[in-house]
Every structure is written in C-alpha cells, then in structure tokens.
C-alpha cells in the first residue's frame, strides 16, 4: 500500500486547497498589500528530493485596485518543514497571460518601484508583454537576489523622441539584478522596419549604460526616417534613389536626471547603389559628365562620439559613361573638418584647360584631394594629378 501511495502520489497526483492559505501568505510576504486569489492546487511528490511539486492554474494576483491574471503557479514545497510544522517554499515559478504592457509596469512598480521600472513607464506607451518570473527563498524565507524574469513584448511603442516615431516593437527579453537583456528585436522607425540581435542595459550607480546592434536590409529612399534624416544632414543633396544595407553598434549612458550622455556610433554601410541630381559645376574639366551621379557598391565605415565623426570609404562612381572608382576619409573632430579624397579615372576622359592637360580614355590618372576646414574660418585645399 505505501510504495502503491508513493507511485500514485508521484505520478498521478492530488489536487488539494490545503496549501492555498500558506502560499497565499508567502506571497504576500513579497508585499504587505499583495493578495493572491487561487483555485485547487495540483501536488505530485518528488520521493528522490523529498520535495512537494505544486501547480495551479489560473490565479490572480491582486494589489490595491490592479488585478494581474496568471497562468499558472509553480512551487516546490519541502517536506521536511511540513513535518516540523514550518511551512516552506523553495522557489516560486510565475507564468502571466498576455497583459497590457502600462498596466504590468504600474503593478510592478508598486511592488518594487526601481528606476528601471520607472523609465519603461515613462517611455512605454502600449503594447502587450508575457513573462515567467523565477523566484528562489532562502531557510527564513526571504527573496534572493538571484531572481529571474523572462518574457516577450508584443506590439510595443516608444515615446522617447519628439521626431521619431517607433512602434510595432516586438522582442524578447531577460532581466535579473541590475542587468536587462533585449534579443531579436525588431521595430519600426518612422515606417522603416529595423532589427536587433542584442540590446544590454545595465544599472550601474543608478545609471544605465545602454549597448547594442541596430541591422536593416534594403533600406531605400521610400523609407520615411531615412529620407527625413538625409534631408536634416544633407538639405542641398537631391537624392533620386538610394539601396543599402548596415549594421550599426551604439553605446550611451542615460544619467540620472534620464537624459543620455557619452553617445557612441559606428556603422558598416554596404550602400549597393545611391543615385542623385549632379549640382557640380565640372563641365569642362569633365566633358562628358551626366546629370545623375551614381555610388555603386560603396563600403562605407562611420565612427562617432560626443567629439569626432569619421567616415571612411570606398567603391565605384557612375560620372561619365564608365565606371570610375574612389576612396575616401572624412574627420570631423570638434570645429575642424578634414576630407582626403583619391579618384581614379580610368576610361574616361579629363581636360584642365589652364594646365593644357587633356586625357584620353586610353589613359589612367589619379585625382587626389585634400581639404581642411575649420568652421567659420579658412579652408585650405591641396589637389595632386598624377
């Protein structure tokens, strides 16, 4: 009959509301006005760990006037405190349903209000968010610091930029002490799509130091954000069409007032092709130059901080009727501008009427261009033909 008992126990289980009252209290003792409604609570017997596996479905948490509904709760119950009268738990596993995303935030910051909490509140406007909740009790039945919360956002949108506009936030997400973890998000900015492997944010001295990836495919000029983001850095360049990939890294600190500080940016450019209305005066030192220039299959490298922006670059320009190519390195540091350019003109021709030079197509020659320029200052120019 006993070893029967055990296998019936161990496998089967029995459904019980003997528990409900001690769980209910461990719960509260997460917080004073925290109340936990439960139905039956399923046991089965873990003989090997002298342990009780408990489970129900279905319960709601309840705090003040906000009511969050669970899917399910699961606890190990030890044993040998049941024997000596000492009720205890050994972890606590909390599912969620779906949940809107500003209701969750404000349940939880009023059971710990930290400053993370806090930002998501202020910069969160909808959406909705499922998460597992992992929580482990030490002998006097206090909360470990070792908790874990895991999860998924659905449908999210941002308000932190007045300019920029991002919804369709979709993610998943790791949060344990003072680190917060962000994997295979993607989002739309201004209606152009992006996405990330990886976002960090981490507390450290009460301010959060925020680090990732940002990748998008084929982004071209339809996209609203990077037309209006070009018009903002370039307004007197006339895209016509623009095709690139990129892959961006960024790092900035939000302080303790939440405003960012330290901002850096790099990025990898793969821009396939970028064609635009030719505004340059060089008719007669480029014959037969179009009306359209042409990037094609630019590899482009974009270094940035508070101080300095560098952009390093290479690939093939459509000015004539082939095909030339051109390296380039722009540094901007503080009011100082720095551009070193090399063209190398193949197959077309050159005419420079004051040095009665003429080049054939059947030549090669190579332009190199040096410019500094301090803002509102003097520029200086060195130009090299060879």
């Known amino acids: 009959l006993l070893v029967a008992l055990i296998i019936y126990l161990s496998t089967i289980g029995i459904e019980t509301t003997k528990f409900n009252k001690q769980i209910g209290s461990k719960i ?64 606590l596993d909390i599912s969620t349903r779906s949940l809107e995303i500003k209701n969750f935030i404000s349940f939880a910051r009023n059971i710990k209000n930290t400053p993370e909490l806090y930002l998501f509140e202020k910069v969160l406007n909808k959406g909705h968010v499922i998460f597992d909740i992992k929580l482990e009790f030490d002998k006097q ?6 908790y874990k919360i895991k999860g998924l956002v659905k449908n999210a949108q941002l308000k932190l930029l007045k300019k920029y506009n991002l919804d369709k936030i979709n993610l998943r997400f790791n949060f344990a002490d003072k680190i917060f973890e962000l994997k295979d998000f993607k989002l739309s900015l201004n209606d152009t799509f992006l996405s990330s492997e990886k976002i960090l ?43 690139l990939n ?44 179009k009306e359209e220039i042409n990037l094609i299959n630019h590899i482009i490298r974009v270094d940035y901080n508070e101080n300095t922006l560098s952009v390093n670059g290479k ?5 004539q009727d082939k095909e030339d190519s051109i390296t380039y390195s722009l540094v901007k540091n503080k009011d100082i501008l720095d551009l070193k350019t090399n063209l190398i003109i193949d197959k077309n021709p050159i005419v420079i009427d004051f040095l009665k030079y003429e080049k054939t197509p059947n030549f090669k020659s190579n332009i190199d261009l040096n410019m500094s320029h301090i803002l509102n200052g003097k520029t200086v120019i060195k130009s090299f033909l060879y």
Not at 141 to 146: A, E, L, W
Request: hydrophobic share 40%; aromatic share 6%; proline share 2%.
């Open 28 to 91: 509260k003792g997460l917080h004073n006005d925290l109340e936990i409604e439960l139905k039956e609570v399923k046991i089965i017997l873990d003989p090997f760990n002298l342990e009780l596996n408990a489970k129900t479905v279905g319960p709601k948490l309840k705090l003040k006037d906000k009511i969050i509904e669970i899917e399910s709760i699961k606890t190990k119950i030890i044993l040998d405190s049941l024997l000596n009268e000492n009720f205890s738990l050994k972890n």
């Open 141 to 146: 039945g206090v909360v470990k610091n070792n």
């Open 201 to 243: 944010i981490k507390n450290i001295d009460n301010k959060f130091l925020v680090e990732g990836t940002i990748q998008n495919k084929n982004l071209k000029l339809k996209d609203k954000f990077l037309a209006e983001l070009i018009k903002n850095l370039l307004p007197k360049l006339n895209l016509i069409n623009i095709d």
């Open 246 to 289: 990129s892959k961006n890294k960024f790092s900035f600190i939000v302080n303790k007032k939440y405003k960012i500080e330290d901002f850096k940016f790099s990025s990898e450019i793969d821009i396939i092709n970028l064609k635009l209305i030719n505004n340059l005066e060089l008719k007669s030192f480029i014959p037969n130059i």
């Open 315 to 319: 690939g093939n320009l459509l000015l």
